[in-house]
C-alpha cells in the first residue's frame, strides 16, 4: 500500500520545484506562526519552522509522510521577510546590493511514527553593486514582493548576483531538492520512492 506524501507548503514556487521529483504528491498550507524568537538564530528559525510546518499538517494527515521548508534570507543575524509590496522589495535590495548574504533552506521529514529528521542548505548569495534606478527596474520587472530577499534568482533576478555558492542550487528557489530526495531515500517505506 502506498502511503501519502505530503508537502506541507501554499507556495506554488515550492510545488512546483516538488514537481521535478516525479513522484506522487498532495500540498496541503500549513498553519503556524511564523515569528522569530528571540536571539534566535537564522538557521535556527528556517529549521524550526520547518518542522513546525510538518507537524501542523501532520496533525490533521497522521497516516503521511509530511514534509515541510523554510527558507531564511540573512545578512549577518539580519533575517528579511517577504517584502509584501514594492517599496519595501527596494528597500531590501538597497540593503542587500555589493554584499553577500545568505540563504538558509531547512527541510523536514514528518514520519507517521513520529520521527522528523530535517536537512539543511545554505547558499551564499554575492549581489553586485546597484544603483537605484536599477534595483526599481528589477522589482518592476519581476515582481518579487512575495520572495524572502526581494529577488527571484529562477527568472531576471539573476542577473544581481556576482556569484553564488551552493551545494544544492534549489535551494535558492526555495526548496533544496537534493536534500528532500536524501531525506526521502533514508524513509524505509520504499513505495514513496519510484526506483
Not at 9 to 30: E, N
Amino acid at each position: 500500500m502506498t502511503q501519502q506524501l505530503i508537502l506541507a507548503t501554499s507556495s506554488p514556487y515550492k510545488r512546483r520545484l516538488f514537481r521535478r521529483l516525479g513522484v506522487d504528491f498532495d500540498a496541503v498550507g500549513p498553519e503556524i506562526d511564523e515569528l522569530r524568537r528571540q536571539g534566535e538564530a537564522p538557521e535556527e528559525l528556517a529549521r524550526r519552522l520547518a518542522v513546525e510546518k510538518a507537524r501542523a499538517v501532520q496533525r490533521e494527515y497522521p497516516d503521511a509522510w509530511v514534509i515541510g521548508s523554510d527558507q531564511v534570507a540573512a545578512l549577518g543575524d539580519v533575517v528579511f521577510e517577504k517584502p509584501g509590496g514594492i517599496e519595501g522589495a527596494v528597500a531590501q535590495l538597497k540593503q542587500l546590493q555589493s554584499k553577500t548574504h545568505r540563504l538558509i533552506s531547512a527541510v523536514a521529514l514528518a514520519t507517521p511514527d513520529g520521527d522528523v529528521e530535517t536537512a539543511t542548505a545554505i547558499c551564499e548569495m554575492v549581489m553586485r553593486p546597484l544603483t537605484d534606478e536599477q534595483i526599481r527596474r528589477y522589482v518592476r520587472q519581476d515582481q518579487p514582493v512575495d520572495c524572502a530577499g526581494a529577488y527571484k534568482i529562477e527568472e531576471a533576478g539573476v542577473k544581481l548576483f556576482e556569484a553564488t555558492r551552493c551545494d544544492d542550487p534549489t535551494a535558492i528557489e526555495g526548496l533544496p531538492l537534493t536534500k528532500v530526495w536524501g531525506l526521502l531515500l533514508n524513509v524505509e517505506s520504499v513505495s514513496l520512492i519510484d526506483d
